[in-house]
């Protein structure tokens, strides 16, 4: 079973706009939306972004998320120490009855 | 204030059924969809599955019908049945209330299993 891919790693020193990648495919993300979680260290996750581009309540401006196709970004800017975690998409699948995959996860630095 | 907590044994044996149960305090469990989500040590996140408030199910195919959620409607709980258990579902189980679409917007602090015998 495939999932949605993300790079490792990024990092960024504070101030700076990184952004992280998610691709997929035509079952995933080529025809629904994504989510983006947020992951500190010993912590549950937290939604940072659904339906692709809308911040929940109490969710910083400064995240912002993106789709073309088959591709997702999550884009943070004005980087902050308290960003240094791991960062995780996600998106509801068509194939096999339906079902959701998730990105492997990627951790980001704050340098 | 809405809050999710998930219970259950922490070790169990090869070969036994999980059973974890997440509990709502402080919100209604209709017109929601409920997750199961774990994971692995030094892994990242795995879907197991979801219902909705009305009982219907969908559930990630790589776990080859080994799992099953239920839900209590009258005492606001809903509960993750998962076996034979295998070293390979050692992980952090996560409860969520979510959306049709797999958005988990609300996460419980997650249990810690181990399979072990």
């Known amino acids: 079973q495939s999932g949605l891919t993300q790079p490792p790693s990024a990092s960024g020193t504070p101030g700076q706009r990184v952004a992280i990648s998610c691709s997929g495919s035509g079952s995933n993300l080529g025809s629904n939306t994504v989510t983006w979680y947020q992951q500190l260290p010993g912590s549950a996750p937290r939604i940072l972004i659904f339906d692709t581009t809308q911040r929940p309540s109490g969710v910083p401006d400064r995240f912002s998320g993106s789709k073309s196709g088959t591709v997702a970004s999550l884009a943070i800017s004005g980087l902050q120490s308290e960003d240094e975690a791991d960062y995780y998409c996600?998106?509801?699948?068509?194939?096999?009855?339906?079902?959701?995959?998730f990105g492997g996860g990627t951790k980001l630095t704050v340098l | 204030q809405v809050q999710l907590r998930e219970s259950g044994p922490g070790l169990v044996k090869p070969s036994e059924i999980l059973s974890l149960t997440c509990t709502l305090s402080?919100?209604?469990?209709?017109?929601?969809?409920w997750a199961w989500i774990r994971q692995a040590p030094g892994k990242g996140l795995e879907w197991i599955g979801y219902?909705?408030?009305?009982?219907?199910?969908r559930y990630n195919p790589s776990l080859n019908n080994r799992a099953t959620i239920s839900i209590d409607r009258s005492k606001k709980f809903f509960s993750l049945g998962l076996g034979p258990m295998t070293a390979a579902d050692t992980a952090v189980y996560f409860c969520a209330r979510g959306s049709s679409s797999g958005s988990a917007y609300l996460w419980g602090p997650g249990a810690q299993v181990f399979v072990a015998s």
């Open positions: 996600a998106a509801w699948d068509d194939s096999l009855g339906g079902h959701v995959v």
């Open positions: 219902i909705y408030y009305t009982g219907s199910t």
């Open positions: 402080g919100g209604s469990i209709a017109s929601h969809y």
